[in-house]
């Protein structure tokens, strides 16, 4: 690989970062509905899969239920059963 191809997979990698820790951060953090919830996961699915092209299969399995995963845990926060699932 040549300095500007690993410049650009570097960017790349930091971009997809960047998208899946804003969207756990508005998934844990912010007043959303279920439907909503989803709404901001498909954003981020089509933000990642334009950086990355065919690694739908890789979002479905690592990223998606690590997006759903916050998303249920909030729920069980706002609901007080949080402690009791544990």
Known sequence: ???TELQEEQYRI???????DVTLYLL????????????VIEHARREILRLCPGKEE?????LR???LRAVNER????WGLKDSVN
């Open 58 to 62: 890789v979002f479905d399995l690592v």
């Open 75 to 78: 729920a069980l926060r706002e």
């Open 65 to 67: 239920p690590r997006f």
């Open 28 to 39: 844990d953090r912010t007043p959303l509905s279920r439907s909503d919830s989803l709404d």
């Open 14 to 20: 930091d971009r997809v970062r960047r998208v899946a």
């Open 1 to 3: 690989m040549d300095p």
